[in-house]
């Protein structure tokens, strides 16, 4: 059974940096894109970055682009992103999700149950 | 950035009943589009993926259909469990983007 699961995290002020993490299991990972999605309380989805299987291509949302950065381990089944700068507007729950591809065919086939950062001072 | 909107906003239905979402988009997404159920406090989950395939487990009832700007969602009767919130998601062009979702309730 797929699992992933998500941590990291938390209540952040303005301006300051949060790494949340994805610890992947059930499946063979390197096989895998994966992709970082949120959803800001209330609202609807919104992909946010995601990785190709081997790193060698990375994407980002405009909205991120120069702030995070996504990350991942294949030897220990681990997906990451580096937040700095954040804003208010980044308050969501951020997901976790495996494409359906090595490459990022962005189809999110399957998903953690989020971790929540709150941006507020 | 290929925009998606999803109609009606809301459909009021009652179990047993066939539910029809539509998706429309702003430019020819091919039939790269899937479709995502979520229900309240629960991630989303793969229902459709590239117009018209059903996804791992997911039941006959729910089918795709579509291509182009115009994709339909359709739940041929509905059960207990399949009232929650659908959002369509085009992968054509990056970035991959939403729609904005339809709440399907009870009627």
């Known amino acids: 059974e797929v699992q992933l699961v998500e941590s990291g995290g938390g209540l952040v002020q303005p301006g300051r940096s949060l790494r949340l993490s994805c610890a992947a299991s059930g499946f063979t990972f390197d096989d895998y894109a994966m992709h970082w999605v949120r959803q800001a309380p209330g609202k609807g989805l919104e992909w946010v970055s995601g990785i190709s299987w081997n790193s060698g291509s990375t994407g980002y949302a405009d909205s991120v682009k120069g702030r995070f950065t996504i990350s991942r381990d294949n030897a220990k089944n681990s997906l990451y992103l580096q937040m700095n700068s954040l804003r208010a507007e980044d308050t969501a729950l951020y997901y976790c999700?495996?494409?359906?591809?090595?490459?990022?065919?962005?189809?999110?086939?399957?998903w953690g149950q989020g971790t929540l950062v709150t941006v507020s001072s | 950035e290929i925009v998606l909107t999803q109609s009606p906003a809301t459909l009021s239905l009652s179990p047993g009943e066939r539910a029809t979402l539509s998706c429309r988009a702003s430019q020819s997404v091919s039939s790269y589009l899937a479709w995502y159920q979520q229900k309240p406090g629960q991630a989303p989950r793969l229902l459709i993926y590239?117009?018209?395939n059903r996804a791992t487990g997911i039941p006959a009832r729910f089918s795709g259909s579509g291509s182009g700007t115009d994709f339909t969602l359709t739940i041929s009767s509905l059960e207990p469990e399949d009232f929650a919130v659908y959002y369509c998601?085009?992968?054509?062009?990056?970035?991959?983007?939403f729609g904005p979702g339809t709440k399907v309730d009870i009627k």
């Open positions: 999700a495996k494409d359906m591809s090595d490459e990022q065919q962005l189809t999110f086939q399957h």
């Open positions: 998601q085009q992968r054509s062009n990056w970035p991959g983007t």
């Open positions: 590239d117009a018209s």
